[in-house]
């Protein structure tokens, strides 16, 4: 198997167009085209992280946090980053980051984090603008299932739980076939008119070309006329943060001994108790201060996040528990998810965990 099946498949779990704008996830150093010996799963590639892939001879490693993120102007052994990507490099290992995509979908980072904490009813917490497109096609009637079926195998027509969404109406088109032209119905020279159905499909921005591929392929004329439309609508599986609710309401001294019991916390830091009880809970992994507002405009009672700062706890303004656990508690379950998605894959390929902490952060 190639690196690049790999990548392929991750891609189509968390589409790199779905990363911030800052960031730099993608293929760092090695190449898609190399034979994959193995995969390694980390929040971090960090030097250790890549000396074990070597000692494993594995040559992937796949991490949530890209090693190159902001301008790397020299490479020369250094610092961390440095070190790490000569010695990458040096040992023609390859190393993916799947960072904010992974945490921008619903079954990702946050995702995992929520599944944790047993939340139900699980949406984005702040749903993101502009990834989303309505496609509609002309098709004479008899060829719409076909038609239909093929936009639906590559991703079209999906909204919230639902899938194979469409709407179809009928009507007739006209076409006149020019010289050179071999019509599926009609006569050169011609108008002709033919009943046909529109059909219409939302679809995730990325999918666009699979999409008009998929249906060029099964559509029976040789012109498919086609519309594309991006829409403003809300992404309701995409963006930051997800909210649930909790099973059954809980203290809040309660649910702070659950949160470390389940993230393994040594401390948690939050803000001060109201005696409210708990069942509304947003999170977000690593640093999630920027969704504060979010959390207190859903009515969250409590958001748990990292990273933290001292000004920033006084936003809950007394309506919100914040509770801080850690960036790389919070994220720790990332490794398993990146596992088990690959292991489901790739049923008979080395995939594991690092048995590296990489967590840079020590409580004494
Ligand atoms: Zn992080």
């Known amino acids: 198997m190639k690196i690049e099946e790999v990548i392929s498949f991750l891609e189509s779990f968390a589409h790199p167009s779905l990363q911030e704008h800052y960031d730099n996830s993608g293929l760092i150093t090695g190449d898609g085209g190399w034979e994959c010996k193995g995969i390694i799963c980390s929040l971090d590639a960090t030097e250790d992280v890549i000396k074990e892939a070597i000692e494993k001879k594995y040559n992937l490693v796949i991490a949530h946090h890209p090693i190159i993120f902001g301008g790397l102007k020299k490479i020369n052994g250094k610092n961390y980053v440095g070190k790490t990507i000569i010695r990458a490099i040096k040992n023609d290992i390859a190393i993916y980051a799947i960072h904010t995509n992974l945490d921008n979908v619903i079954e990702g980072v946050n995702g995992r984090m929520a599944k944790m904490l047993d939340l139900q009813n699980l949406s984005i917490l702040a749903p993101r603008q502009n990834t989303l497109k309505k496609f509609f096609t002309f098709v004479p009637a008899d060829k719409a299932e076909q038609v239909r079926n093929a936009i639906f195998a590559a991703g079209g027509g999906h909204i919230g739980n639902y899938s194979e969404c469409s709407f179809n109406a009928e009507g007739e088109g006209t076409f006149k076939a020019l010289a050179g032209t071999h019509p599926y119905v009609g006569q050169p020279g011609k ?44 992404n309701l599986r995409v963006g930051s943060g997800v909210i649930g609710v909790l099973p059954r309401a809980m203290g809040e001294t309660e649910f702070l001994g659950q949160l470390k019991k389940v993230f393994q916390l040594q401390v948690v830091r939050h803000t001060s108790l109201s005696g409210k009880p708990i069942q509304k809970v947003a999170l977000c992994g690593g640093a999630g201060s920027f969704l504060i507002s979010s959390a207190l405009t859903a009515r969250a009672d409590v958001f748990v996040t990292a990273d933290i700062k001292y000004h920033e706890f006084f936003d809950a303004n007394d309506n919100l528990l914040i509770a801080d656990i850690g960036h790389y508690e919070s994220e720790q379950f990332t490794i398993s998810l990146l596992q088990e998605i690959l292991e489901q894959k790739f049923p008979t390929f080395a995939v594991l965990k690092t048995a590296v902490r990489t967590n840079p952060v020590w409580y004494s």
Do not use: F, G, M, Q
């Not at 529109?198 to 995730?204: D, F, T």
């Not at 008009?212 to 439309?229: F, K, M």
């Open 191 to 234: 108008r002709h008119s033919e009943k046909e159905l529109k059909i219409e499909v939302i679809l995730p921005s990325h999918l666009e070309n699979k999409i008009v591929a998929a249906v060029r392929t099964v559509h029976p004329y040789e012109e498919v006329a086609y519309d594309i439309v991006d829409l403003s609508n809300l």
